[in-house]
């Protein structure tokens, strides 16, 4: 899955085991699977999230931050 719509995925996740949560615990009838299936679903979020925040923790260090950086790596390559 691409990186961008990856992190898309987890938040959306997230977000839906949050609203499951917070629809049975406010609810008169509190129905204990869907507490479990809102807890599951966020933990699933959680997990997918950060494991993708330590695959592309190192990513901003490839890319230069002006033109000038750019310049710099590629004259240090010629070398």
Do not use: C
């Amino acid at each position: 899955m691409n990186k961008k719509y990856g992190q898309i995925f987890n938040t959306a996740l997230i977000v839906i085991g949050g609203g499951i949560l917070i629809y049975t615990i406010s609810g008169e009838d509190k129905n204990r699977y869907l507490q479990i299936l809102g807890l599951v679903v966020i933990m699933f979020g959680l997990y997918r999230a950060t494991n993708h925040w330590v695959e592309t923790k190192d990513d901003h260090k490839d890319e230069p931050e002006n033109e000038n950086d750019a310049d710099n790596i590629d004259k240090t390559r010629q070398e």
